[in-house]
């Protein structure tokens, strides 16, 4: 069965600096979302994307994060200048159309040191 | 702010026992609903979607809605010790790209 892919499954940084969390979703879905999980807490919805461009945003994704689909099948989350309170498990999810449920990928567990 | 409400239990039944697991969301516009399993550590899991009043079944799992009473559940029967994870409840919510708010989950424990 198709699977959303990420990459890599841990990332340790420094704190202020750059990380790119990548994505490879299930080949023909067109919706592309990232949400975060915090130890211990809810998953959180940050952006999805479709038709190449950011479709909704939440209040967490500010400046400091983007979304890119650079080359048709990978989909790419980057936080800039991190921050301590971005350590979270990051999960990438995919789905075909807008009745389908999304599949979510294994996720990105990210540590800022 | 349109939410997901869960019991955050844990909720322990014994192995064969049905499981009963409750959600309400607040947005009363909202169109589908799914109950995702999330193992520790784990990325979460479809396991049932259901859109319209009433219940649907899958094997030993059945999902129930109630839309007037803005309510989702999930029954699990026959419950294994491998059923024992966090349950989220998801709601999609109506217009935009529809996001996925989820619940803050219900852990379950299945004792042998």
């Known amino acids: 069965e198709p699977e959303v892919t990420q990459t890599p499954s841990h990332q340790v940084t420094q704190m202020g600096q750059e990380v790119i969390l990548r994505c490879v979703p299930i080949?023909?879905?067109?919706?592309f979302y990232w949400y975060r999980q915090i130890l211990g807490q809810k998953v959180e919805f940050l952006v999805s994307?479709?038709?190449?461009?950011?479709?909704?945003k939440s209040e967490i994704f500010d400046d400091q994060f983007s979304v890119e689909r650079p080359d048709g099948s990978n989909f790419t989350l980057k936080i800039r200048s991190t921050k301590l309170e971005d350590s979270a498990m990051y999960f990438c999810?995919?789905?075909?159309?807008?009745?389908?449920?999304?599949?979510f990928g294994d996720g990105t567990r990210l540590s800022i040191l | 702010q349109k939410e997901v409400e869960q019991n955050s239990g844990p909720l322990s039944v014994p192995e064969g026992a049905i499981a009963s697991l409750n959600c309400t969301y607040s947005?009363?516009?909202?169109?589908?609903f799914f109950w995702y399993r999330q193992y520790s550590g784990k990325s979460p899991e479809l396991i049932m979607s259901?859109?319209?009043?009433g219940d649907k079944e899958d094997g030993r799992f059945t999902a129930q809605l109630n839309k007037a009473s803005q309510y989702v559940s999930l029954l699990i029967r026959d419950s294994q010790p491998s059923d024992s994870a966090t349950y989220l409840c998801?709601?999609?919510?109506?217009?935009?790209?529809?996001?996925?708010?989820f619940g803050t989950g219900t852990k379950l424990q299945v004792i042998p």
């Open positions: 999810a995919s789905r075909i159309d807008r009745d389908q449920p999304q599949h």
């Open positions: 080949s023909n879905h067109l919706y």
């Open positions: 994307f479709y038709n190449n461009e950011i479709s909704e």
């Open positions: 947005d009363r516009g909202s169109q589908s």
């Open positions: 259901i859109y319209s009043n």
């Open positions: 998801a709601v999609r919510s109506s217009g935009g790209y529809q996001k996925v708010t």
